[in-house]
């Protein structure tokens, strides 16, 4: 089970940090990814991490912006959002992919694990 909390609502230029925690003792097997989806819009991919935090992967819309980092000790999983801009606003999935294999799995198809969401606004 997957469960995200921090959204919010923030200015442009803002930040938040988005956390998911995991239940389960698999966690460290498995790659995590951040997922979102606006409203009229498909779900699409945000960042991956590899089961040892090791390595990571961005879309480019969120390069440079955001971070994803874990604590496999805590089985959590966390998001932080700089530099948010308005085209950021959507909700927040947290996914695991429990083969925990690639780097650049970027699919809704390669994750069988999914939060219910979190919402966050950036407002102009």
């Known amino acids: 089970q997957l469960v995200e909390s921090g959204g919010g609502l923030v200015q442009t230029g803002g930040s938040l940090r988005l956390s998911c925690a995991a239940s389960?003792?698999?966690?460290?097997?498995?790659?995590m990814g951040w997922f979102r989806q606006a409203p009229g819009k498909e779900r699409e991919f945000v960042a991956r991490?590899?089961?040892?935090?090791?390595?990571?992967f961005y879309a480019d819309s969120v390069k440079g912006r955001f971070t994803i980092s874990r604590d496999n000790a805590k089985n959590t999983v966390s998001l932080q959002m700089n530099s948010l801009k308005p085209e950021d606003t959507a909700v927040y999935y947290c996914?695991?992919?429990?083969?925990?294999?690639?780097?650049?799995?970027?699919?809704?198809?390669?994750?069988?694990?999914w939060g219910q969401g979190t919402q966050a606004t950036v407002s102009s």
């Open positions: 389960g003792r698999t966690f460290s097997s498995a790659a």
């Open positions: 991490i590899s089961r040892s935090g090791g390595a990571t």
């Open positions: 996914a695991a992919d429990s083969t925990g294999r690639g780097t650049s799995r970027d699919s809704v198809s390669h994750y069988d694990y």
